[in-house]
């Protein structure tokens, strides 16, 4: 038994690639709905980004970011090999974070152990 084959004019046209489908004449889109149902900018609520201040209403206040150097940063500004940084973290001579199978060092941790290593050469 044989399946029937579909004429090619039967086939509805298919868009390009990244290309919206066109829209049927007999559909309207609704006021204030922009593509993919989506409101319109002006219409959207503001979303406060990352760095805004927080209201005062009882929240904490944000916290300084802190930086984060890997291995190898701290290695060249200090200029010394990997292997002796990893040998500070270890010894606990400098804070580290590990991220993964990695550390991160956090910058004030670096300045914090080049200021209290500083020697007097008379």
Same mark, same amino acid.
């Given at each position: $038994?044989?399946? +029937? ?6 086939? /509805?046209?298919? %868009?390009?690639? #990244?290309?919206?489908?066109?829209? @049927?004449?007999?559909?309207?889109? =609704?006021?204030?709905?922009? &593509?993919? #149902?989506?409101? /319109?900018?002006?219409? !959207? @609520? /503001?979303? /406060? =980004?990352?760095?805004? +201040?927080?209201?005062?209403? #009882?929240?904490?206040? %944000? ?6 150097? &890997?291995?190898? *940063?701290?290695?060249?500004? $200090? !200029?010394?090999?990997? $292997? ?5 973290? =270890?010894?606990? *001579? ?9 550390? !991160?060092? @956090? ?10 290593? !500083?020697?007097?050469?008379?």
């Amino acid at each position: $038994m044989t399946l +029937p084959q579909r004429s090619p004019a039967q086939a /509805p046209a298919r %868009p390009a690639y #990244g290309q919206l489908p066109a829209r @049927p004449a007999g559909l309207r889109q =609704h006021p204030g709905v922009g &593509t993919m #149902g989506q409101r /319109p900018m002006a219409a !959207r @609520p /503001p979303v /406060p =980004h990352a760095g805004a +201040p927080r209201p005062a209403a #009882g929240q904490p206040a %944000p916290r300084p970011a802190v930086t984060f150097l &890997t291995v190898a *940063e701290v290695a060249a500004m $200090m !200029r010394v090999s990997k $292997m002796t940084v990893y040998r500070l973290v =270890h010894g606990g *001579e400098l804070a580290a974070v590990r991220v993964g199978r990695s550390f !991160r060092v @956090p910058a004030p941790a670096v300045r914090a152990y080049l200021d209290d290593a !500083r020697t007097d050469a008379a």
